[in-house]
């Protein structure tokens, strides 16, 4: 079945850099939009708002959320099933459970109902 797995999260200081991965077996993946999306202590995960990111299945189109555009980057390689997004210059508000959503029908990555069981990233000094 599909699966996604996230990985990279870590306690960092602001200011610093993390990388997270994102890999996916179970489906063809080089079919699905991906996105990234950020959970906070105490609520609910919902990919219908939120996402901080959305890659096309090709890789070639990226959307970002107003609140990380210039510090973080996706970058997708579908020959290894993998969708990376860079954090640059991380916030403490930056601090979340990170994890990605696939979604298949062409219509973005809002709504997604196939995720991963994210990573957490902690911004703090």
């Known amino acids: 079945q599909l699966q996604l797995v996230e990985s990279g999260g870590d306690l960092v200081q602001p200011g610093g850099s993390l990388r997270l991965s994102c890999v996916g077996s179970?489906?063809?993946?080089?079919?699905?939009?991906i996105g990234w999306f950020r959970q906070y202590p105490g609520i609910e995960r919902r990919t219908d708002r939120g996402g901080i990111s959305c890659t096309s299945s090709s890789g070639d189109l990226t959307n970002y959320a107003t609140a990380v555009k210039g510090r973080f980057t996706v970058s997708r390689d579908n020959a290894k099933n993998t969708v990376y997004l860079q954090m640059n210059d991380l916030k403490p508000e930056d601090s979340a459970v990170y994890f990605c959503?696939?979604?298949?029908?062409?219509?973005?990555?809002?709504?997604?109902?196939?995720w991963g069981q994210g990573t957490q990233v902690t911004v703090s000094s």
């Open positions: 179970g489906f063809t993946f080089d079919k699905y939009a």
């Open positions: 959503a696939a979604r298949g029908d062409g219509r973005g990555c809002d709504g997604a109902d196939n």
